[in-house]
């Protein structure tokens, strides 16, 4: 069975400050790929960054980095110099990579953000 | 701007009505999705079809009604929904390789049944 753990239910940060969203995952497959969304208050979801279970180099798209420490099964989404738009809910999702070719997005519960000035 | 363009954007339907919610995408995939997702929850898998054809039902009620008349649309007929139904409805469409090909979702319908 697969599991995304997010266990932070809500996270502030001040403006241009870092931040880091905590994200565990639990599989026994060995190919699966790790992904973070963000959905603002309009429903949107929208894809952040993506890591792949045999990607060395850890992931990074402008000011989104992911964390990987494939050992600790963690995924950690840093979010650098945050800004009042960044406030939203961020999921952790991860798809294995194995029978079915379309593959699941397992989804964690999710981290509200707020972004204060 | 997101690729997967959803119509409507709100939607307020009666028990009894019939309608559908829309989904077109243009970057070529051949899988497609539907997910539902309550308040304050993430989202939760209904449909996928790959290349035109439903692979994954995931025990939704019949009164959902999925279609994908061709490889870049993606209907969900509604039809005799109840209060509960009432929800974020997103499509989100992907590659359908072994690869960790990003599934990308678009802006979601907003469902109330009254």
């Known amino acids: 069975a697969q599991k995304i753990t997010q266990t932070q239910p809500g996270m502030f940060v001040q403006e241009k400050e870092a931040v880091t969203l905590d994200c565990t995952y639990d599989?026994?497959?060995?190919?699966?790929?790790l992904f973070w969304y963000k959905q603002p208050s309009s429903g949107e979801m929208i894809f952040l960054i993506y890591?792949?279970?045999?990607?060395?180099q850890n992931a990074t798209e402008g000011r989104y980095s992911l964390n990987f420490q494939k050992a600790r099964k963690s995924a950690n989404l840093v979010i650098s110099a945050s800004q009042l738009g960044d406030s939203a809910m961020y999921f952790c999702?991860?798809?294995?990579?194995?029978?079915?070719?379309?593959?699941?997005?397992?989804f964690g519960r999710g981290t509200q953000l707020t972004v204060w000035p | 701007d997101t690729e997967v363009t959803q119509t409507p954007k709100h939607l307020v339907m009666g028990m009894t009505n019939k309608k559908s919610l829309k989904c077109e995408q243009h970057?070529?995939?051949?899988?497609m999705y539907w997910y539902k997702q309550k308040a304050k929850k993430p989202p939760e898998l209904m449909f996928v079809?790959?290349?035109?054809?439903?692979?994954i039902n995931e025990s939704v009620p019949s009164r959902f009604s999925p279609e994908c008349p061709n490889s870049s649309l993606l209907n969900l007929h509604l039809h005799a929904l109840q209060p509960e139904d009432s929800a974020l409805y997103l499509c989100?469409?992907?590659?359908?390789?072994?690869?960790?090909?990003?599934?990308?979702f678009g802006e979601g319908s907003w469902l109330t049944v009254v």
């Open positions: 989100a469409s992907s590659q359908p390789t072994r690869s960790g090909n990003t599934i990308y």
């Open positions: 599989t026994s497959d060995q190919s699966y790929g």
């Open positions: 890591q792949g279970s045999y990607d060395e």
């Open positions: 999702a991860m798809r294995v990579l194995r029978g079915s070719t379309l593959g699941r997005l397992y």
């Open positions: 970057m070529g995939h051949r899988a």
């Open positions: 079809y790959s290349y035109e054809k439903l692979s």
